[in-house]
């Protein structure tokens, strides 16, 4: 098996895909990029890539914002990735990471005008980011989430995640799990790469948007879901950081931490500490989606055949 990426418009084997050293994106974080998963269904002998064409959309937002211009449309794009992820062979959980940079070898060059763009996807074997059985032990990080009047927040840039590893190096060590980052204004946010969500007086809510959070595409799925199999609303509001205390339970989602139970926060136990009955249902019904056992989801999941060599 030859694991290959797709690197300056071919596919070539992962260790030769390299970038110069005075490459822009390198020195300023001038580039967006993507977590996808790739879920392994060994009955059905196919990997589902999850929701793949929103993660293109997204992509293509933050290329937008950030002057990237790339020859390929999104379509373009997962094509590409399936050709990527089908010649790799990989049969196991994968994690797919397009990024799209200034890839001009430019340095002393404070500017995404006049520099030529890249484009690469690779993917590795990976299992579980974060324990999403034993609920998640978290803290309120003394790091707050960016604003959209400093770093738009709505894409993942690259330059961006310094403030997510400040907030998750911080956490882990002072012996947490993740770090919940609170926006300027003192409202809830998001986690260091996961979005949040209480249950609270019959109430499932989120932040909104407009509290610097990344619009997630496993949190949309999850308000989707709750939508069209509990049969209510997800209310997006802002949620004071005093409220997570008083939360009966409060979960994270993301591509890498699927739906993961926070079981405290600053410890203070949340509910009874343990994974909560609602977080339980939408992460069984959320699992058997990502890996292509629910019918009714099987437009969220993009196939790919491992080719044999
Ligand atoms: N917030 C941040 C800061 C993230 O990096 C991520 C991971 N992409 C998320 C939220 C969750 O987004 P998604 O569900 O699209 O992975």
């Given at each position: 098996m030859t694991v290959v990426a797709f690197h300056k418009g071919e596919f070539v084997p992962l260790e030769q895909a390299t970038i110069g050293i005075m490459t822009h994106a390198f020195h300023y974080g001038t580039a967006v990029f993507e977590g996808v998963r790739g879920n392994w269904n060994?009955?059905?002998?196919?990997?589902?890539?999850f929701r793949l064409e929103e993660h293109y959309d997204r992509l293509l937002a933050g290329c937008k914002i950030m002057r990237i211009k790339l020859p390929y449309s999104s379509q373009d794009l997962c094509d590409i990735t399936v050709e990527m992820v089908e010649r790799s062979g990989f049969t196991q959980d994968i994690y797919i990471r397009p990024i799209a940079y200034k890839a001009e070898e430019r340095v002393a060059y404070l500017n995404l005008g006049g520099l030529g763009d890249g484009f690469t996807v690779m993917a590795v074997p990976f299992g579980r980011?974060?324990?999403?059985?034993?609920?998640?032990?978290?803290?309120?990080?003394?790091?707050?989430?960016?604003?959209?009047?400093?770093?738009?927040?709505?894409?993942?840039?690259?330059?961006?995640?310094?403030?997510?590893?400040?907030?998750?190096?911080?956490?882990?060590?002072?012996?947490?799990?993740?770090?919940i980052l609170l926006n300027d204004?003192?409202?809830?946010?998001?986690?260091?790469?996961?979005?949040?969500?209480?249950?609270?007086?019959?109430?499932?809510?989120?932040?909104?948007?407009?509290?610097?959070?990344l619009p997630?595409?496993?949190?949309?799925?999850?308000?989707?879901?709750?939508?069209?199999?509990?049969?209510?609303?997800?209310?997006?509001?802002?949620?004071?950081?005093?409220?997570?205390?008083?939360?009966?339970?409060?979960f994270l989602t993301g591509t890498a931490a699927h739906l993961t139970a926070v079981g405290s926060l600053d410890n203070q136990t949340i509910g009874d500490g343990q994974m909560g009955p609602r977080t339980r249902r939408l992460q069984d019904l959320y699992f058997d989606i990502v890996r292509g056992k629910n019918p009714k989801y099987l437009h969220w999941c993009t196939p790919a055949t491992p080719r044999v060599a």
């Open positions: 060994a009955e059905h002998g196919r990997m589902y890539i980011y974060i324990d999403t059985e034993a609920p998640a032990k978290c803290c309120t990080s003394s790091w707050r989430r960016m604003e959209d009047t400093v770093i738009p927040p709505h894409v993942k840039i690259s330059g961006l995640y310094v403030n997510s590893i400040l907030a998750k190096t911080e956490a882990m060590a002072a012996g947490f799990d993740e770090a204004k003192g409202y809830v946010s998001e986690g260091s790469g996961e979005n949040i969500f209480i249950y609270r007086n019959g109430q499932l809510a989120t932040p909104p948007l407009v509290d610097n959070v997630g595409i496993t949190r949309s799925c999850i308000m989707d879901i709750t939508r069209n199999e509990l049969g209510t609303q997800v209310v997006e509001r802002h949620i004071p950081r005093s409220e997570l205390y008083l939360a009966e339970e409060v």
